[in-house]
Antibody
């Protein structure tokens, strides 16, 4: 069974940093691209960032480009999101998401999410 | 940037009805389109991939169609548990770009 467990969320002041982690199990981690998708309270889904199986291809939404950095450690079956210069509009539930096998770009398994609140 | 526009924003129907949800892309995404179902308090679930392939967890009442810029999710014989928000998502330009539509809320009266 695929399991994706996010951690690292919390309350942070604007301008500060936070690092999210996702522990993956139940599948061959380095066979899949991985993504972060967020959902602000009462709003829709927003793709944040994605990374291919070996970290050689990475993408970011324009809203986070230059502030967030995605990475992965295949030896640890883990995905990360380093968030810097946080803004109130980054407040959201952040989901760790597993892509399909292959070229990818869609979201086959989701974690339960970790909540990030940016507020003074 | 590919913009996905979903309509209507809300659909209120009765059990047994058929729901027709639309997703329009600002430029062609071929069939690189997925649909997700999200119920309150839950993570989204993949429902349809590559425009018309149904995920294994979902019954045949759910079907997807379309290509290029116009896509449809059809839910036939609506049941109360189909109440949810449905999102479309394109992957045609991944990497590096992925985008979601704004969602359609389906209410079963």
């Amino acid at each position: 069974e695929v399991q994706l467990v996010e951690s690292g969320g919390g309350l942070v002041q604007p301008g500060r940093s936070l690092r999210l982690s996702c522990a993956a199990s139940g599948f061959t981690f380095d066979d899949h691209a991985m993504h972060w998708v967020r959902q602000a309270p009462g709003k829709g889904l927003e793709w944040v960032s994605g990374i291919n199986w070996n970290g050689g291809t990475i993408g970011y939404a324009d809203s986070v480009k230059g502030r967030f950095t995605i990475s992965r450690d295949n030896a640890k079956n883990s995905l990360y999101l380093q968030m810097s210069s946080l803004r109130p509009e980054d407040t959201a539930l952040y989901y760790c998401v597993k892509d399909r096998q292959g070229p990818g770009g869609d979201f086959w398994d989701w974690g339960k999410g970790t909540t990030v609140t940016v507020s003074s | 940037e590919i913009v996905l526009t979903q309509s209507p924003a809300t659909l209120s129907l009765s059990p047994g009805d058929t729901a027709t949800l639309s997703c329009r892309a600002s430029q062609s995404v071929s069939t690189y389109l997925a649909w997700y179902q999200q119920k309150p308090g839950q993570a989204p679930r993949l429902l349809i991939y590559d425009a018309s392939n149904r995920a294994t967890d979902f019954p045949a009442r759910f079907s997807g169609s379309g290509s290029g810029t116009d896509f449809t999710l059809t839910i036939s014989s609506l049941e109360p548990e189909d109440s949810a928000v449905y999102y479309c998502q394109q992957r045609a330009y991944w990497p590096p770009e992925i985008s979601f539509g704004g969602g359609t809320k389906v209410e079963i009266k």
